[in-house]
């Protein structure tokens, strides 16, 4: 009986260390990685975050010679864009308008997204007053703000659109004319015919730029150089690409034709109007943005 019980003490006691060892083992056991779902709102507070840091502030300072004062009412609007395509309105960046109180300087911080710029883009920085709708001063100089050798905060100068002596003030209120150069002008007519889209469903266009003529002539994208002055207009040579589109290759000569036979031109408003040397209207145009 002695023996028997010794037996049942000694298989408790061996059970009892295994079991004690065990619980060691699992206490010294490491602890296995679990994986852990991000909580949708750390998602998007880091989304935010990032969106945040992507958001830059451009200094710009618009001045203007002219001594007098603004009409009260009177809207500054600083837009940032990419002047990069050949062929189509820039692209919209950033825009800032404000009342502007006082004499010039007036300070402006244009907020943009850097995650639209892009490497080897040209962009421009441009500024307009305007009162009721109506341009009243533009600039006139195309200015790209990241270039190495522009100074901080970039300086945009206004140049006033029209003569403001005696009541020509209220007439440039009401309605002021756009700069013919440095502007985007969208053909409307073409030989007294309504213009038609062309390849692509793209508008056809000229810009007469301070560094020479540029536009989209149908299919084919053309330059040339050109002299304005006082109303006259004389081209030099203009050169097109030569691609073959389906559409608007018609339209496309005449159009050339017409660039071609300007001899003069007059603004009106946001309209250009384009004569040949007879005083025949070739076409019209209408501005669509300032550079």
């Avoid at 825009?95 to 995650?115: H, I």
């Avoid at 985007?184 to 309504?194: I, Q």
Wanted: aromatic share 6%; glycine share 6%.
């Amino acid at each position: 009986m002695t023996f028997k019980m010794k037996k049942i003490a000694l298989a408790s006691s061996v059970a009892l260390s295994a079991l004690f060892l065990q619980a060691c083992n699992d206490a010294k056991a490491p602890e296995q990685p679990t994986s852990v779902e991000q909580p949708a709102a750390v998602s998007q507070a880091v989304d935010t975050t990032a969106k945040a840091q992507a958001m830059k502030t451009l200094d710009v300072n618009v001045i203007y010679l002219d001594r007098r004062m603004l009409p009260p009412g009177a809207e500054l609007t600083v837009v940032l864009e990419d002047v990069s395509k050949a062929d189509a309105p820039a692209d919209v960046i950033a825009t800032e308008s404000m009342e502007p109180a006082g004499a010039p300087p007036y300070a402006v911080a244009l907020k943009y997204d850097a995650n639209k710029l892009a490497e080897k883009h040209r962009y421009n920085v441009r500024a307009t007053i305007k009162m009721k709708d109506q341009l009243i001063m533009t600039s006139t100089e195309a200015l790209d703000p990241f270039a190495a050798d522009v100074k901080q905060p970039v300086e945009v100068k206004l140049t006033r659109v029209t003569p403001a002596h005696n009541s020509a003030e209220k007439a440039a209120e009401q309605k002021a004319n756009a700069s013919f150069t440095n502007t985007y002008w969208k053909l409307m007519t073409l030989d007294g015919k309504e213009a038609q889209l062309g390849a692509g469903d793209k508008e056809l266009f000229v810009q007469f730029n301070d560094d020479g003529l540029k536009g989209f002539s149908g299919c084919n994208s053309f330059m040339g150089t050109y002299q304005a002055k006082e109303g006259k207009l004389t081209l030099g040579p203009v050169a097109a690409t030569q691609k073959m589109c389906v559409k608007g290759m018609e339209q496309e000569g005449t159009y050339l034709k017409a660039i071609n036979e300007m001899a003069s031109y007059s603004v009106t408003g946001e309209t250009l109007t384009v004569k040949n040397n007879k005083g025949q209207v070739v076409a019209t145009f209408e501005s669509r943005y300032m550079n």
